[in-house]
C-alpha cells in the first residue's frame, strides 16, 4: 500500500516534466529528420548536409557544458524558458534563410537549446528521485524519450516536407513544452559542483568504456543525422521515411531491457560484443545485397539495428560504472557526455563522405565498419582484463547519447543501488592496490578486482 501510494505521489509530482520531455523529443525526432530531408529538396550536397547536421551535436555538446553555470547564475525556469524560445525561433529561421552556412549555425544553436532543456528537465527529476523511485524515474523517463522521438519522425506524415507546415508544426510543439513544466516548476537544485575526472583517468579506469563511447556516438550521429537522407536515396517516399526512422527508435524500445538484465547475469562485455556484432550483421546484410535495400526487409533491419546499436551507450555507461568508485561516477559523467559529443559530431560528416564516395551504400558500410571496430576493440580488451565477478558489477541503468551529465549521474546512482554498494557519501574512495613484483601493471579499478592477463 505505501509503495503503491509513493509510485502515484511520484506520478503526480513527475508528470510534468515527462510531458515536457515527451513534447520536446517529438519536436526533436521530427526536426532532425525533417531538416535532412529539406535539406535533399533544396539541392545541398551530401557532404554539406553532413556538416549542417553534425552542428546540431556540436551545440548539443556545449550546451551540456555550459548549462550547468547557466542554472547556477540564472535559475531553472528562466533558463528552460529562455531555451524553448530561442528553439523554437531557430527551427522557423531555417525556412526563412536556405543556406548550408546559416543551417549550420542554426543547428548549433538548436543542439544547444536542447541540451539545456534537457538539463533543467533532468535536474527537476533529479530532484523528485529517491532510493526508491529513482529506478523508476529513470525507466519512464527513457521510454518518454525513446517514444517521443519515435513519434515525432511518423509526424512527417502530417504535411509536405517541402513546404513551411512542418516546421511551424515542430515550433508549436517546442513551446508546448513550456506550459507543463513552467506551471509546475518549483526551484530546481544546484548543479553540484565535482572535479571531473580526465579523459586520461577515464580511460586508464576503463579504455574500452572511452573507446565504445566514441565510437558509439559515431554510430548514433551517424545514424539519426543521415539515415533520412540515405532511406530518401533509395527511392522511399516520405511516409516510408518516417517509419524507416521511426523503426529505429521502436529497436531501442525492445531491447533495452532485456539486454540490460542480461548484462546484469554475465560478463557485460560479452554483451557489448553480441550488440556490437548484430549491429554491422545488420547493415552488411543490405550492403551485401541479402536484403532488398527499399524493401520489406529492410525496415526490420532498421528495427534489428536501432534494437543493438542504440542500448550499447547505456552498456558502456554502465560499464564505465563497474570501474568507478560513487564518488568519480559524478566525476565522469560530464567527461563521458563530452567523448560521446565528440563520437556524435563525426558521426555524420563520416557516413556524408562515405556516401559520397561510393552512394547510398556507403551509409550501411559506415555502420558496419564501425561496428566491427568496436568488436574488436571488445574482444581485445577481453584478452586483457579479466572479467569483473557478476556481483561487484554496479548494475545496469538506461541512458542515451542525448543525454546530459545529470541523467547519468542520477544512472549511476541507481547502478550502485542495484549493486547494494550502500550510500555514496559512505563509500571511501578506492586504495591503491600494491603492485606486482612482476609481469604487467594492473589497470585502476575501484577496490574490485581489475586483473590483466598477458
Known sequence: MNRDRSGRGMAGRAWPFFAGAALIMVAHGLQGTLIALRAAHEGFPTAATGIVMSGYFVGMLAGSTLSPTLLRQVGHVRVFAALASLASVSVLLHALFVEVVF?????????????GMYVVVESWLNQQATNRNRGRLLSVYMVTMFAGAAVGQL??????????????????????????????????????????????????????????AVLTGVVHGGLFGMGAIYAREIGLDVGQVAWFMALVMAGALFSQWPLGWLSDRLDRRRVMLGAALVGGVAPAAVAAGLVEPAGGGAFAVMFVLGAAALPLYSLTVSHVNDYLSPRQMVGASGTLVFVSGCGLIAGPIAVALAIDAVGPPGFLLCLVVVHAVLAGFIVYRMGRRVSKPVEEQAGYVPAGTRSSPVVLELAAEEGRELAGSGDSEAVPEPQPQPQPEAGPEPEPGTGARSEIRG
Do not use: H, K
Open 103 to 115: 543551417w549550420t549555425a542554426m543547428r548549433v544553436v538548436t543542439g544547444f537549446c536542447y541540451a
Open 155 to 212: 509526424l512527417l506524415n502530417v504535411a509536405d516536407p517541402a513546404s513551411f507546415d512542418l516546421f511551424i508544426l515542430v515550433s508549436i510543439l517546442v513551446s508546448l513544452a513550456l506550459v507543463p513544466l513552467l506551471l509546475a516548476a518549483r526551484p530546481g537544485p544546484r548543479p553540484r559542483r565535482s572535479r571531473r575526472l580526465t579523459l586520461t583517468e577515464l580511460y586508464r579506469a576503463s579504455p574500452l568504456g572511452v573507446v565504445a
